[in-house]
């Protein structure tokens, strides 16, 4: 089934960056998309990537401020955050899934990791 592990989370004042990382084993990101769930109370897809990092999907609310991406050869996807707002704050989960065709479908995936926190305050 394999293995996701998050990293990167932390506090950071309102318009900070952070940049997220989702390492995957047993695997590859050939294989499955890889999505990002926020928790905070209630769950919202944030953003995802196709299979091969062929293709990427953001929800509105992070548009423009958000950018998804992948490394094949470290097997690694990355979140990098700009502009963070205190609605920004939660807890990140990255998820392996069959396909990035919709944002808010990514909290179906059936494989997460652990999480990692963001905070977003002055």
């Known amino acids: 089934q394999g293995q996701l592990v998050e990293s990167g989370g932390g506090l950071v004042q309102p318009g900070g960056s952070l940049t997220l990382s989702c390492t995957v084993s047993g695997f590859t990101l050939d294989e499955y998309a890889i999505g990002w769930v926020r928790q905070a109370p209630g769950e919202e897809g944030v953003a995802c990537i196709s299979r091969r990092l062929a293709g990427t999907r953001y929800a509105d609310s992070v548009k423009g401020r958000f950018t998804i991406s992948g490394d094949k050869a470290k097997s690694t996807v990355y979140l990098q955050m700009n502009n963070l707002q205190p609605e920004d704050t939660g807890t990140y989960y990255c998820?392996?899934?069959?396909?990035?065709?919709?944002?808010?479908?990514?909290?179906?995936?059936?494989?997460w990791g652990q999480g990692t926190q963001v905070t977003v305050s002055s």
């Open positions: 998820a392996a899934g069959g396909a990035c065709m919709s944002v808010p479908l990514i909290t179906k995936y059936r494989n």
